[in-house]
């Protein structure tokens, strides 16, 4: 097993704002079945195999699979398996034939996703001790180093500093897209981010990015699973602000940042609980 790699960003990346580089790896006689931010991921005789491109520093594919062989053998928790191959910009993968929660709601109108969500990032959470790198030492170099306005990256420094330390499984990028439906059980994916933390972290960045992508069920899952995990909704105010302040350095699109500014600036006269009542009902 390689080295962890500690200095890698945190979360998303962004490469190429125009889309993925040119991929070397032989994918011939291979179905594209799904196209994302930093790989693209193909199938063949039901094995799955995540094609990153030249541009991607191997070190973090190692990071990658690193990170999900940890996690797999300190938890029982349901999750693709990854081998690397012998192109090193391709990670094999145990194909999982499902649906993603996303559409198990839209499109099924299943009524249960969001407690479906939140059983099972509070399932994940409930694991200590796995051997993962520090998130509040990982988010304190980040902040240092994003190239953003200097009293938000204070803002964001000093709300992590009143954030005590944590040892629980933080996903970092949990939401309904990265958990699929297959024969019955929820299977999770893009492991990538995995840290050891305060899960109040991991609940404040799901719901920055719900409230990018699903406004209408960002309140009532913060609203439940803060009530599920006993603590205020004012415990999160210091959390939502660093997490909000963070994807600003892998967000581009002028609208999403400028909402994210909105609502780092609710944080700054606002409660977490009153931006909520004032939202109103969903």
Not at 82 to 91: D, F, L
Request: aromatic share 8%.
């Amino acid at each position: 097993m390689s080295r962890l790699v500690t200095e890698r960003e945190v979360f998303a990346f962004h490469i190429n704002k125009k889309g993925l580089s040119k991929m070397n790896c032989d994918n011939k006689g291979m179905r594209l079945i799904a196209r994302g931010k930093t790989a693209n991921v193909y199938l063949k005789d039901n094995v799955a195999y995540k094609c990153f491109p030249d541009s991607w520093p191997e070190a973090w594919i190692d990071h990658e699979i690193d990170i999900h062989q940890i996690i797999q053998s300190h938890t029982n928790i349901e999750m693709p398996a990854y081998q690397k191959t012998a192109c090193p910009r391709m990670i094999r993968m145990s194909y999982i034939e499902g649906i993603e929660l996303t559409e198990r709601i839209r499109v099924h109108k299943y009524k249960e996703g969001i407690n479906d969500l939140i059983d099972l990032q509070l399932m994940v959470q409930s694991h200590t001790g796995v051997p993962l790198p520090d998130l509040h030492a990982s988010l304190e170099r980040h902040l240092m180093a994003y190239e953003i306005d200097q009293s938000l990256k204070a803002k964001a420094l000093e709300s992590l500093s009143r954030i005590d330390k944590g040892h629980a499984l933080c996903h970092l990028d949990f939401h309904f897209s990265n958990i699929l439906y297959a024969q019955g059980r929820y299977v999770i994916i893009d492991w990538a981010n995995a840290k050891s933390g305060n899960p109040i972290l991991d609940v404040a960045r799901t719901y920055v990015i719900l409230r990018q992508y699903a406004f209408r069920l960002s309140g009532p899952y913060l609203k439940t699973i803060t009530k599920r995990m006993g603590i205020p909704l004012h415990a999160l105010d210091d959390a939502i602000v660093v997490m909000a302040i963070h994807r600003l350095a892998e967000t581009d699109a002028a609208d999403a940042r400028q909402r994210l500014h909105d609502l780092i600036d609710q944080h700054g006269t606002k409660s977490t609980k009153q931006i909520i009542m004032t939202e109103g009902p969903e």
